[in-house]
């Protein structure tokens, strides 16, 4: 089966793509966390490039798909969707991987393919095969396309938004609410 998923991850590749943001005020960021086969999802919306919260939420979901490496989006797509649906924002930070992923379709590509509109992935590892190019290490973290931005844009758009520690500061929020650190 994974092998299928792999080919389709090929294939779904083709539909990022990748064009200049235009005007942002609304910055997204979500993050998920787990406890056995329950997803607690943070989602944030933001003013950009203040930074100033405008909407945070969670919502917990019951996952039916195990933790597979390079298969993230099995695990946390429907999650996510779920919190992002009807939200305003202009341009969304996933955690994890964009382009800069073996199969150039992780879990960033993903939700911007499937909400048509703009993603960032945001990850603090690399995947071992992300493509050269695919990515920019800002701050802490590497910055890939998701969906309908350029990696020039996402790199600018997160490096607007990091803390003092070199974290995007709409993703720590969204972190921190998936792990039930902030109401």
Do not use: W
């Not at 969707?81 to 930070?93: C, Y």
């Amino acid at each position: 089966m994974l092998e299928r998923v792999a080919k389709a991850q090929e294939k779904l590749s083709s539909k990022v793509r990748e064009v200049p943001l235009e005007k942002i005020e609304r910055i997204g960021a979500v993050d998920a966390s787990y406890r056995e086969n329950l997803a607690r999802v943070g989602f944030v919306v933001c003013t950009y490039p203040e930074c100033d919260v405008i909407k945070m939420k969670t919502l917990e979901v019951e996952v039916t798909f195990p933790y597979i490496p390079t298969f993230f989006f099995l695990r946390e797509t429907r999650p996510i969707l779920m919190a992002s649906k009807g939200e305003n924002f202009d341009v969304l930070l996933v955690e994890g991987h964009g382009k800069a992923h073996p199969r150039r379709y992780g879990l960033a590509s993903h939700i911007g393919v499937v909400l048509q509109k703009p993603t960032i992935g945001v990850a603090k590892k690399l995947l071992k095969g992300a493509p050269p190019g695919s990515y920019a290490k800002v701050g802490k973290v590497y910055v890939s396309v998701g969906n309908l931005v350029t990696l020039e844009d996402a790199i600018a758009v997160v490096s607007q938004v990091l803390d003092e520690t070199g974290y995007p500061k709409p993703l720590k929020l969204a972190d921190r609410l998936s792990k039930g650190k902030i109401k």
